[in-house]
C-alpha cells in the first residue's frame, strides 16, 4: 500500500489549493480515504472523509463550506479542493486508509498559510 500526497505549498490568506493523494497497492475503490491535518503541539484533526461507494462526504466543522474532498477511482486519486485558506489551516496534510484494521499513512505535504 503506498499513499503519496502533493500539491502543498505557501498561499496566502484567502487562497486556494487543491491537494492530491495517489494511491496503488490496494483496490481503490473499495475504501474509504481521509485527509488528516497535523500541527505540532496540537492532536491529529480528521479534517475529511469520502465513502467508497457513493461518495458521500464529511467534514470538520472547522473547515465546512470551504472544502471540499474528490476522489477518481480511475486513476486511484482522491482531491483535497481548499479555499479560502486561513492561517490557522497551517499544517501538514496526510491522506489516510484503513485496510483490514491497519492504518496505512502517506508521507504528508505541507500546507502553509500566511501573508
Known amino acids: 500500500v503506498q499513499l503519496v500526497e502533493s500539491g502543498g505549498g505557501l498561499v496566502q490568506p484567502g487562497g486556494s489549493l487543491r491537494l492530491s493523494c495517489a494511491a496503488s497497492?490496494?483496490?481503490?475503490?473499495?475504501?474509504?480515504v481521509n485527509w488528516y491535518r497535523q500541527t505540532p503541539g496540537k492532536e491529529r484533526e480528521l479534517v475529511a472523509r469520502?465513502?467508497?461507494?457513493?461518495?458521500?462526504?464529511n467534514y470538520a466543522d472547522s473547515v465546512k463550506g470551504r472544502f471540499t474532498i474528490s476522489r477518481d477511482n480511475a486513476k486511484n486519486i482522491v482531491y483535497l479542493q481548499m479555499n479560502s485558506l486561513k492561517p490557522e489551516d497551517t499544517a501538514v496534510y496526510h491522506c489516510n486508509v484503513l485496510i483490514t484494521w491497519v492504518d496505512y499513512w502517506g508521507q504528508g505535504t505541507q500546507v502553509t498559510v500566511s501573508s
Open positions: 469520502i465513502t467508497k461507494s457513493d461518495g458521500t462526504t
Open positions: 497497492g490496494f483496490t481503490f475503490n473499495n475504501y474509504a
